[in-house]
């Protein structure tokens, strides 16, 4: 008999992808069904391993997708063929999660369950808009309330005047389309108009928007400043507090938004440090790295691999698909030899060094000419044998300076190919076509060739923000403009801080 599966029910935070726990994230990442609801940030699915089932079951105010005695009995049927599922919910699981009815139905049937709680809306919006739930002096209980904008519950059913006497801050959640009418009860009830509130709306997210007011003008203020769902709503003393400034909101880079376009997978660090600046980032891979095929060069080189004084990595790719070739070969770090090595700049070193070999030079400047100079004012190319890995679009010129100025004996290994990536596959395309982006970022010519070559499936649609073209290196600007396309910024220096920097200096406090 198949040994039954079991199923966690999981919170997944508020928003922010940043704010899942980490036992959340391991479940997410080890599970092999997971059954989740449209406000789970989509960052998180691509957290699952490769070939686990989702399952989107989606329930938006207005909108029901699947019922919630059919996701009870899916999470059953999956549990009982034997598979472990994930039931991911926004926020925490047992605020207004209806965790609860799922845990009956699953007790019901005698499945194995677990429970992993999550930072619950009303927690992640105030502390990323700045606005306290308690105080000593100004609030000593918090209290969670419906505002009954569930589709399935027709009426308010919560005594508002009953709360607005507890004296303690009031977080509603499912408000929004019953504003007026809860700030109606709650001042019948005995509330001041002036009773300190806020609304945030997409709390902890790069969309967040909030409104302090007193509650008399919340309503007012709401509509004026176009506050949507999902958002709570806060009212009590101790919101009164919120801090004039909003460490949230005052990032530099908040309200923008930014297109990156490198491979799958390798985005993560750019898209990291623009969103910790405050960014919304769009991935729309542009060119994708298939390993090499030429594999008699590579035996070949592999077998002289001893002979050569240098191994210069011209980018990250490269010593990338060079270490798995290696080790598809050898399996052995020892096999690779005394010889020293040079990199074109911190991220291709940095895979290098993951493997604990040591990387003797770096250019100041990460271009293929201040990597060869930087060579050849070592004074050691002269007659010595210089291995440099390469891609199929690298330039020559490193090669050229090598021979030419140093004297070396250069042979090159391609490791891979950067073909054209399809941008129709791409999950945020979309979203780029209609609303657009402050600017695109290209990290490298293939990318802006992919970019030319596809221009007409990238069209935006008439209300659409026009990003400028960024760029990363001269190289990469130059071919956008010898394509015709303007150039709106190049990085400083040809590295991701720098490009981020150029960013904030361009884009900051000028919305
Ligand atoms: N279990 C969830 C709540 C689900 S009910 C939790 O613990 O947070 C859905 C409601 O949560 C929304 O209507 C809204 O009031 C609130 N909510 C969820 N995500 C939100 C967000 N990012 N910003 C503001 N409110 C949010």
Known sequence: MKQPGKVYLVG?????????????????????????DNLVNPALLEETATGCELIDVGKTPGRQTVEQDKISRML?????????????????????????????????????????????????????????????????????????????????????????????????????????????????????????????????????????APL??????????????????????????AGSGDWFEDRPLFGRRFVVTRPVGQNSRLKKLLEQKGAEVLELPLIEILPAEERNLVAETFAGIATYGWIVFTSANGAREFFKLFFRAFGDIRSFGPMRIACVGDSTASVVRSYNLEVELIP??????????????????????????????????????????????VDTLS?????????????????????????LVFNSSSAALSYIEQEEDLLLEDQARVPILCSLGDQTTSTLKENGLSVGLEAETPSLESLVDSLVTRFSGNQ
Not at 415 to 421: E, G, L, Q
């Open 364 to 409: 100041t400047v990460s271009t293929a000419e201040d990597l060869a100079q930087a060579l050849v004012a070592t004074d050691s190319l002269d007659s010595a044998n210089v291995l440099v890995i390469t891609g199929n679009r690298n330039r020559d010129i490193l090669v050229n300076m090598l021979e030419t100025l140093g004297h070396a004996i």
């Open 216 to 241: 008399k003008d919340l309503v007012g203020l709401a509509k004026e400043e176009g506050l949507i769902s999902p958002a709570i709503i806060f009212v009590g003393n101790a919101v009164g507090l």
């Open 415 to 439: 490791v891979y190919s950067t073909d054209f990536a399809d941008v129709s596959e791409a999950k945020d395309l979309l979203e780029f076509r209609k609303n657009g982006a402050d600017a």
């Open 76 to 212: 059953v049927e999956i549990a009982q063929s034997g598979k472990r599922v994930v039931r991911l919910k926004e926020g925490d699981p047992f605020v207004f999660g209806r965790c609860a009815e799922e845990m009956t139905v699953l007790d019901d049937a005698g499945i194995y369950y677990e429970i992993v709680p999550g930072v619950t809306a009303a927690l992640g919006c105030a502390a990323y808009a700045g606005i306290p739930l308690t105080h000593r002096d100004y609030g000593s209980s918090i209290s969670f309330l419906t505002g009954h904008e569930d589709i399935e519950k027709e009426s308010l059913r919560i005594d508002f005047g009953k709360f607005a006497a507890t004296g303690g801050t009031l977080c509603i959640y499912m408000g929004m389309s019953k504003l007026e009418e809860i700030v109606d009860k709650l001042i019948a009830g005995g509330l001041p108009n002036s009773k300190p509130s806020a609304i945030v709306s997409n709390g902890t997210l790069p969309v967040q928007r909030k409104i302090l």
């Open 12 to 36: 997944a935070g508020p928003g922010d992808q940043g704010l899942i726990t980490v036992k959340a994230l391991d479940l997410v990442s080890s599970c092999e069904v997971l059954v989740y």
